[in-house]
């Protein structure tokens, strides 16, 4: 069994920060890609941002000079530094990964986290 557990979201005025980071833990062999996604009322699930096991990002067009994201693959956790933030980014925010259970999986397989609010507001 694997968990991703998310924490660092909340209430943040426009212009401000807020830094979320989500822990992997369980049956984990290796992780490929870690990413968050982000559902506002209303839309689809979209991608933010995504990391490889090798460091390559990358980012969705309205995030990018403002988010950043990294990784630690030692641990397993995937961080999420968010800038400038706007109004538009609020949504919920889920934390994926996408990894190999145990050394003898032959494929692998999406988890997600339960999700953390990220509320933009003056």
């Known amino acids: 069994q694997v968990q991703l557990v998310e924490s660092g979201g909340g209430l943040v005025q426009p212009g401000g920060s807020l830094r979320l980071s989500c822990a992997a833990s369980g049956s984990i062999f290796s992780i490929n890609v870690m990413g968050w996604y982000r559902q506002a009322p209303g839309k689809e699930r979209e991608l933010v941002a995504g990391i490889t096991s090798g460091g390559s990002t990358n980012y969705a067009d309205s995030v990018k000079g403002r988010f950043t994201i990294s990784r630690d693959n030692a641990r397993n956790t995937v961080t999420l530094q968010m800038n400038s933030l706007k109004p538009e980014d609020t949504a919920v925010y889920y934390c994926?990964?996408?990894?190999?259970?145990?050394?003898?999986?032959?494929?692998?397989?999406?988890?997600w986290g339960q999700g953390t609010q990220v509320t933009v507001s003056s």
């Open positions: 994926n990964a996408v990894l190999r259970p145990t050394w003898q999986s032959e494929y692998e397989y999406e988890f």
